[in-house]
């Protein structure tokens, strides 16, 4: 692709990404999931799915890339035969480390990461890649606590942003990333809300935590750290 990779842009220099260009980008990369999700006549799992594997074409539309890892499953059948063995960012999301799986839900945490990075200009996946994205995480969600997400945006952009869509597309990183696989949204529900077509979504007030159990086998518990409610979702 003519202008390469989204993270030479990102993180490397090679050039600043306007504002509008990186939503322009986000939208993308969330059309052509919903198509590896929903569109097509199989489900294709992508599993590699991050700033790097983004490729840009010579109008800057987002162009998924690296399928050496991408699973076809049927749309009826279940994910029980997947098995998760791609790069470090699968090993972030819990349900992939718990069960070895690498579900849809996967894909979209993926898509949050990238969304996060997009909006904020941080590289959130390396060598110790858990870690920083954990605590990343805890600052972006105390921020949108107190309505401030706008302190996180790339400080290159300076005040070159629609400050209404870099809301929309943070809100939707965290949403995406949440702990609770099952309460992630779907692609569809990504473009629509990118797109203006439906509510943001309200999600809880404070972070949900993941807990992992271990008993023979391994089992996935999420709590929170005040209640049992993590999320509410207006879509």
Not at 39 to 56: A, Y
Request: glycine share 6%; charged share 20%.
């Amino acid at each position: 692709m003519e202008n390469g990779s989204l993270d030479s842009h990102l993180f490397k220099g090679k050039s600043l990404l306007a504002w509008g260009t990186r939503y322009k980008i986000a939208n993308g990369l969330a059309s052509a999931l919903w198509y590896l999700h929903d569109g097509w006549e199989q489900c294709v799992l992508h599993r590699d799915v991050k700033s790097g594997n983004i490729m840009l074409d010579s109008n800057f539309n987002a162009k998924l890339g690296d399928f050496g890892l991408a699973k076809l499953v049927d749309h009826e059948k279940g994910l029980e035969t997947i098995t998760s063995d791609g790069t470090v960012i699968d090993c972030i999301v819990s349900e992939c480390v718990i069960a070895g799986k690498t579900p849809k839900e996967s894909d979209v945490h993926s898509y949050g990461v990238v969304a996060l990075e997009i909006a904020c200009g941080q590289k959130l996946i390396n060598n110790k890649a858990q870690e920083k994205l954990t605590r990343f995480i805890e600052w972006l969600w105390e921020l949108y606590m107190t309505d401030t997400l706008i302190e996180a945006i790339d400080p290159h952009l300076g005040s070159d942003f629609e400050e209404e869509e870099i809301k929309r597309l943070m809100t939707v990183g965290l949403w995406c990333v949440h702990p609770r696989s099952e309460l992630r949204p779907s692609m569809r529900q990504v473009i629509q809300v990118l797109n203006f077509e439906a509510s943001l979504p309200v999600l809880h007030s404070t972070m949900p935590m993941a807990s992992h159990i271990s008993s023979g086998y391994a089992v996935a518990s999420i709590i929170n750290k005040h209640s049992t409610s993590t999320l509410y979702n207006t879509i």
